[in-house]
C-alpha cells in the first residue's frame, strides 16, 4: 500500500512529465566524461529528441481546471523552484572539470558548453520568466539568480516593465516585424532591449520622485549578481573558465531571443489613436499546443492565455483555438530552427500572418507603418 495519499499520487503523475528536464543533468555529465559524440547529446536532447516526440504524441488541447487550489500544484512549482540548483551545480562542475581535462580538444569543451548555453536558454530561462512572475520573494529571487548565470539580468525589468504592456505595438522591442529575419532582429534586440529595460526602471522611480540611481533601482541587483558570478566563473575555472562560461551565457541569450521571435512575429496590436492600443488579446500572441514540447517549455507555448493572463501559473495556461488566437504549425524546437534560415521562415509564416489580418482585422487595408514597426497615423490624417 502506497504510503502517499491518493490525491498526492495522482498530481505528482500529472506533473511528472514537465519533470523530464532534468534528464539533462546525466546528459552534461556524460558529455564531460566521454566527449566524441557525446558532446552533442543535449542540442540533440532538447530540439531533437522533443520535435520527435511532439510528432509522434501529437496536440494537447486540453485544459486544466481554472479553480485548481494552489496546493494541488505542488509538484509543477517544485521543478522550477529546484531548478537553480541543478543548473548551478552542473554549471560549476563544468567550469572545473573542462578547462582542465586532458581527453576534451577545444572543440569538444566549447561543444559542451554550447551545450550548457541550450539548457540555460531552453529550460533555466524559461524557469526564471515563470518565476519572475509570481508574487513570491522566493520564486523571484530564482529567478534573478537564474538569470545572473546567463548574464541577461535586465530581462526581468525588459520583461515585466516594457514587453507586457507594450507587445504588439512599435515600443516593444522583442515582438519582431512582419518580414524582419531573426539575426536582424537579434542584433536590434541586443542594443534596444539593456536601454528600453533602464528606461523603464528610471521611469518608475521618477514617478516616486527618485533618481535612477538609488537602491531601489534592480539594475544595482543584476550588475551585483552578474560580477559575482563572472568572478566565480574565473576562480572556478580560471580564464579558460571565464571564456567558456561567457560562450555559454551568449547561447542562452540567444535560445531566449529565438523563442521572442517566435512569439509574436508580425502580429500587432489595432492602433486607437493618440498613442493608444487596444488592450492585449490571446490573437496577439501565436500560439502552439504541442504535447512534448510544452512539457520542455513548462506550457511556454501555449504564450496567447500567458500575455492574457499573465499571473497564471504554467500548469492553469489555457489553450485557444484556431478562432481565438494564430496557430503555430510546430513546437518551439522546430520553429527555433527554422527561424535560422529567414527566408525558409517568411515562405512558411507570412502567409499566416496574412490570414490572421484577414480573420481579425479585415477593416484595415493599408499595414505599412505596422509592418515598419511605426505608430499607425489616424485616418484622415495628412
Known sequence: MSIIPAEQMA???????????????PIALFGMAHGG???????????????FLDMVLGENPDNADLETPEEDLTFYRLIT???????????????WYVPQADHLNWAEKLALFFGQG?????????????LMHQSDRLERWLADLLLSTVLYSHFRSEHLRVHHLYVGTPRDTVTARYGEGFHAFFARVLRESPVSAWRAEASMLRRKG???????????????????MLLLALWVGGWAGLGLFIFQAL?????LEITNYIEHYGLTRRHLGDGKYEHVLPQHSWNASHRASNWLLINLQRHSDHHYKPDRRFPLLQNYGAEAAPQLPYGYPVMGVLALYPRKWR??????VREWRKQFYPDI??????NEGRTPLPKGAP
Do not use: C
Open 11 to 25: 498530481s505528482f503523475k500529472q506533473a511528472a512529465p514537465f519533470w523530464l528536464s532534468l534528464g539533462t543533468l
Open 37 to 51: 559524440w557525446a558532446v552533442l547529446v543535449m542540442p540533440l536532447y532538447t530540439w531533437g529528441l522533443y520535435s
Open 81 to 95: 523552484l529546484v531548478w537553480f540548483p541543478v543548473q548551478f551545480l552542473i554549471l560549476l562542475v563544468m567550469l
Open 118 to 130: 541550450i539548457m540555460s536558454g531552453t529550460i533555466g530561462i524559461v524557469y526564471a520568466h515563470e
Open 210 to 228: 527618485k533618481g535612477p540611481f538609488t537602491r531601489e533601482n534592480p539594475f544595482l541587483i543584476y550588475a551585483a549578481l552578474q560580477g559575482a
Open 251 to 255: 547561447v542562452a541569450i540567444w535560445q
Open 347 to 352: 515562405s512558411v509564416m507570412n502567409r499566416r
Open 365 to 370: 487595408t493599408d499595414w505599412t507603418e505596422y
